[in-house]
């Protein structure tokens, strides 16, 4: 696992907590902070992912 990947994963669970937070308090803003954080964690997860990945296969196609 990469940094990337790491930073990603702690990004979705900050915005499933202030997602959560915004339903309960009804504060909109929270809420939408929380979704947008969400997302903005899948893709940094997704780019240590193929990061990852790139690495694998160049392992693998090392003579």
């Known amino acids: 696992?990469?940094?990337d990947q790491v930073k990603g994963v702690g990004e979705q669970v900050k915005g499933k907590i202030n997602e959560t937070v915004g339903k309960a308090t009804d504060n909109p803003g929270k809420e939408l902070k929380g979704d947008l954080q969400q997302g903005a964690g899948k893709v940094q997860q997704s780019y240590g992912d193929a990061k990852e990945d790139a690495k694998d296969?160049?392992?693998r196609?090392?003579?």
Request: net charge positive.
């Open 1 to 3: 696992m990469n940094k």
């Open 57 to 59: 296969d160049a392992k």
């Open 61 to 63: 196609n090392t003579p």
